[in-house]
């Protein structure tokens, strides 16, 4: 079997029931096919044909279970999304009075620490 990869990709909400639909499908097709290729076996078991046969079928599985194991993972994710409390929205705020606010506090700091108006800061 080939490497594999990790991919992330968003998709919108509303989407995501028929890629999970398409995902499960696929690893149906996965057992299906092993199963219906698998059925009779008219062969010697000691055999390299066996086990190059029993090899196949657990590249197989293996795909099947990749898929499957993709799909818990999204159905998890989704239940935990649906389950955490909104996250709060960052407030708007008017820069003109975040800058006045900002002015404010320069002034004062200013004056504590040195002559209003002065750029210097004294001992």
Excluded at 24 to 31: G, L, M, P
Excluded at 53 to 65: C, G, N, V
Aim: hydrophobic share 40%.
């Amino acid at each position: 079997m080939g490497q594999r990869v990790n991919i992330s990709y968003s998709i919108d909400i509303e989407e995501l029931p028929q890629a999970v639909t398409n995902l499960i499908t696929k690893a149906q097709a996965e057992i299906e096919a092993l199963t219906a290729a698998n059925k009779d076996w008219d062969i010697d078991f000691l055999s390299l044909e066996t086990l190059a046969k029993i090899t196949t079928l657990r590249e197989t599985m293996s795909k099947a279970d990749y898929i499957l194991n993709d799909v818990s993972n999204i159905i998890n994710g989704y239940i935990h999304y649906q389950t955490q409390p909104a996250q709060p929205t960052m407030p708007t705020t008017d820069l003109a009075t975040d800058m006045d606010g900002l002015e404010a506090k320069l002034a004062q700091f200013k004056n504590a620490f040195g002559q209003p108006g002065s750029d210097e800061v004294t001992d």
